[in-house]
């Protein structure tokens, strides 16, 4: 069975907040409140995303999460007597069991127990406790965000879970230069976590090789000499003819 794993944790004292994503376990990125930067973990995850912009997208989008579960924290000590320490995460993620049954999950969870969680069978929010209900009777009328986190987990995610693997698992260039067991091969017939094939035809980075290059540019070129050559021969004897 394989994992991909988000979780994000906001801690009363000191507003202390992380972002932590695992593969399998593996941490392979991390924000946190000090230093307000989303930051990759593993060499393999700087290989599948190489693009700086990347990581400045992740940043902005994980700082609007901050500010979401902050909210959902004050919300819920709002209605209890607060001790401090307090601690909400929120936890979501898929799985492919060895068979490739595919599974996900989003819950959260206050002083460590689960008060929430996303029912992907019906798409809406469940509550565990009374506090919950508010949360769950506010967002359930709007379908449309567990919809689309439904879609997320089950779709989206698991796509990326298949990429970051290959990745993860990709040997250096060595006897077989290629991934354990065998690089999947993806929708469009080419292996993931290999070069992305651009508009152009070609590998990004490698050489020209579409429909213009290589051997078919060589085998055109030698296919119009001999045309060329059939229809001079063809006028000479069309001259001879004449005279």
């Given at each position: ?12 004292l000191g507003s202390q ?39 400045e997208r992740e940043t ?161 070129v030698v296919v119009l ?19």
């Amino acid at each position: 069975t394989h994992t991909l794993e988000y979780n994000w944790t906001v801690v009363t004292l000191g507003s202390q907040f992380t972002s932590v994503g695992l593969l399998d376990g593996e941490e392979f990125m991390y924000y946190d409140s000090n230093t307000a930067k989303m930051t990759p973990k593993t060499e393999w995850i700087k290989k599948v995303e190489t693009d700086s912009s990347y990581w400045e997208r992740e940043t902005r989008d994980v700082a609007v999460q901050r500010d979401w579960l902050k909210g959902r924290l004050r919300a819920l000590e709002s209605g209890i007597q607060a001790k401090g320490g307090d601690t909400l995460q929120r936890v979501y993620g898929c799985e492919i069991d060895d068979n490739g049954t595919t599974s996900g999950y989003d819950k959260s969870i206050y002083n460590g127990k689960v008060f929430i969680s996303l029912d992907l069978n019906t798409g809406t929010w469940t509550a565990v406790d009374e506090r919950a209900k508010s949360f769950t009777e506010d967002w359930n009328p709007e379908r449309r965000p567990a919809d689309d986190w439904k879609d997320f987990l089950m779709e989206t995610c698991v796509e990326r879970l298949k990429r970051y693997k290959s990745y993860s698992t990709k040997k250096e260039p060595g006897a077989e230069g290629r991934s354990e067991g065998g690089p999947d091969v993806g929708a469009e017939g080419r292996s993931e976590g290999g070069p992305d094939v651009g508009a152009e035809g070609r590998s990004e980075g490698g050489p020209e090789g579409g429909l213009y290059g290589g051997k078919t540019t060589i085998t055109a070129v030698v296919v119009l000499v001999l045309v060329l050559a059939a229809a001079a021969v063809g006028f000479v004897i069309y001259k001879t003819q004449l005279c």
